[in-house]
């Protein structure tokens, strides 16, 4: 249905709105007329005016409230993004480049030739473009191009160790996989096939089985795998949390008789510590209570744990006994831990409910007493004994992030605060965006309010106030901190409005989540304009000053990101229109429902729902089904007043 011609008959456009109808879309309105106006008590034209929280300010300085929920002032405004006034023509570009498949393909490799059989020109420059990948450090050209030559079964045998050695230390995950992970995390897999993606499973899987193929072919020529190449496998498996295929590889280590150093069993670590944690399932299944604990029990030989449950197991044979193992081995054969082993250590612990482990790890480790630091004064408790920032095991914000999970997964968000907030001044350490990301994450859900069977399987353990979410953000935005939220985050905050019925610190929020989507919509169409120009003449890239390949990486990182941001956008609207809640905090109910909602449509109907929404008003509840024609926009109505019906205004006239 086109929102913008949604009116209420006999209701002047209220708060400076002219909802004007466009002679595009001009097929029907909807409209409330009253048959038996003497059964009402408040006519249309006299309902409550809606406090000013629907209408936007369109300027480049941001309000008060969006300084409050961290909007940065270097964010343009919407009117003033260039993609706004040439929508369709982006969108034509964008068309293009999906079906080339070379800006949002995700073959890590290319294809081999139509006709089965090497180019031997191809493979020459091939072997060139590899050596000029190297001199630049280039991954994403050096992974395509190495493709291309090992065609040549002789060059994969013919390369010497040390230019081997370094090739996989270029084909390492922190380029082909890491940067996706935040996106996946928050794009539920039903989602990524609609954008024509493909999941995050298939792509780690994809970069595993090349660099794979890389090291068989290796040792197929004669070569056996060292310390360094065994490594450069560990991490790409560690990079998506494959824990039973770590496992193979760290047989194969002891069986080939590998010498074992602390990266090693460090990348084994959090293989097993984060196997299947970036899952979108998985992921919200880390938290420590009675019911994920015994869905993590293990299972007999013939039964299949449920999804969302497969990453590790507890009790025995569970995470903990197998790292804390592993760590003693470690210790025994002379090898030196250092702060990510230490780490990696206490989460493992974390997992299976143990926090008396990682509190004496803190102790023993960087004098850092929890116990008492909660019981007792922070500026008493800065001790002298702090490391050399030589020593191996000196903190950084893998520490702070490491306390700030576990004791949030834990249930214990206070405790969490307060041990971030001591070591990070005891070390003089900045706490990074990704420690309150976590901090955000896990005082979100403390805060959320359980009904139903949730109040006995233990998710209301360490239940926080309902107001915790807004406290920790005014904290995290404001002096000392000025952390610039991410999208994520906003999410939580509007989320935790919702919940509350703050309906006008909600669409503050939005607002200025939605600037957020604006900016990165426009540093897409920005790098896609400049991908294009590219292509199109190679030798006139101007601001280009990387390969091809790593433009498309770009393009199609940035796309995610920008289709995950608008994923989180449609989903606040769809809790503002259709989320049942029309009795919002200090808002006449009648007035939200004949003046609020429908600027609201307006507004926001960029990103009304797909599968249409309902929401309630005075007279009952209005259903749209935008995915039917538009001569029935009303799917059902449910008058709660008497003499209150609804009816369908054509051109022509209205039909009752």
Not at 244 to 267: F, H, I
Not at 329 to 350: H, P, Q, S, Y
Not at 458 to 463: D, K, L, R, S, T
Not at 554 to 574: H, I, K, N, P, T
């Amino acid at each position: 249905m086109p929102f913008s011609l949604l009116r209420y008959g006999a209701i002047k456009p209220p708060l400076g709105y002219n909802l004007r109808p466009t002679r595009a879309s001009t097929s029907l309105r909807l409209s409330l007329r009253f048959k038996t106006p003497n059964t009402t008590t408040c006519a249309l034209s006299t309902a409550p005016a809606v406090p000013n929280l629907i209408s936007e300010k369109n300027t480049a300085e941001p309000s008060a409230d969006d300084v409050s929920h961290g909007v940065r002032p270097d964010q343009p405004n919407e009117g003033a993004l260039p993609f706004e006034e040439d929508d369709t023509k982006f969108q034509e570009v964008v068309r293009r480049l999906k079906e080339d498949g070379e800006a949002y393909g995700y073959n890590l490799l290319y294809e081999a030739a139509e006709d089965g059989l090497p180019d031997l020109n191809s493979i020459a420059e091939a072997k060139q473009q590899v050596l000029d990948a190297l001199y630049r450090a280039d991954s994403e050209k050096l992974l395509h191009a190495f493709q291309r030559a090992s065609r040549d079964e002789t060059y994969v045998g013919s390369i010497p160790t040390t230019t081997f050695r370094e090739i996989l230390r270029l084909l390492r995950p922190e380029v082909f996989v890491d940067p996706y992970k935040e996106a996946f995390r928050y794009l539920h897999p039903n989602h990524v096939e609609q954008l024509g993606a493909a999941q995050f499973e298939t792509m780690f899987l994809q970069f595993v089985d090349a660099v794979r193929d890389v090291t068989r072919m290796r040792r197929v020529a004669g070569f056996r795998l060292g310390t360094e190449e065994y490594k450069c496998i560990l991490n790409c498996i560690r990079s998506g949390g494959g824990a039973d295929a770590a496992r193979a590889v760290w047989k194969g280590m002891l069986e080939d008789g590998v010498e074992l150093d602390t990266p090693c069993y460090n990348l084994y670590f959090e293989a097993l510590c984060w196997s299947n944690a970036f899952d979108p399932v998985e992921s919200r299944k880390l938290r420590v209570i009675p019911y994920h604990m015994s869905m993590r029990l293990p299972v007999k030989w013939d039964q299949q744990r449920k999804a969302g449950f497969t990453g590790y197991l507890v009790g025995n044979m569970g995470i903990k006994q197998e790292v804390v193992k592993l760590f003693g081995n470690m210790v025994r054969t002379g090898i030196v831990a250092d702060e990510k082993t230490f780490c990696l250590l206490m989460t493992a612990m974390a997992r299976e409910g143990d926090t008396t482990g990682p509190k004496s790890i803190l102790k023993k480790v960087w004098d850092v007493d929890v116990e008492a630091l909660l019981s007792q004064d922070d500026n008493a408790l800065q001790s002298a004994k702090i490391p050399p920032t030589t020593s191996p095991v000196y903190p950084s914000k893998q520490l702070l992030f490491t306390i700030a999970h576990i004791f949030g997964s834990n249930n214990d968000i206070p405790t969490a605060l307060r041990v971030v907030d001591h070591v990070s001044r005891k070390f003089s350490l900045a706490i990074s965006r990704e420690v309150w990301a976590q901090l955000l994450e896990w005082t979100f859900v403390l805060a959320s309010r359980r009904y139903g069977d949730r109040k006995s399987d233990g998710a209301q353990i360490g239940q926080l106030p309902i107001q915790s979410v807004e406290r920790l953000w005014n904290t995290m935005v404001s002096e000392p901190y000025k952390v610039a939220p991410t999208m994520p985050m906003y999410n939580r905050l509007v989320r935790s409005y919702w919940t509350r019925d703050m309906v006008a610190q909600m669409l503050s929020g939005m607002r200025a989540g939605r600037r957020a989507w604006l900016y990165k919509r426009a540093r897409l169409n920005r790098l896609v304009r400049l991908f294009g120009e590219a292509k199109a003449n190679p030798f006139a890239a101007g601001e280009l000053r990387t390969s091809s390949e790593a433009m498309r990486k770009q393009v199609r990182l940035l796309w995610l990101y920008e289709a995950r941001d608008f994923a989180m956008v449609r989903g606040w609207v769809r809790l503002l229109l259709g989320g049942h809640r029309f009795k919002w905090e200090g808002v006449d109910t009648l007035a939200w429902g004949l003046r609020g909602l429908p600027l609201a449509i307006e507004e926001w109907g960029r990103f009304k729902p797909r599968e249409g929404f309902t929401y309630s008003i005075h007279a009952g509840r209005l259903h749209f089904d935008p995915r039917e024609e538009l001569t029935m926009p009303v799917k059902r109505t449910e008058s709660t007043l008497p003499g209150v019906m609804i009816v369908q205004h054509l051109e022509d006239g209205f039909q009752e």
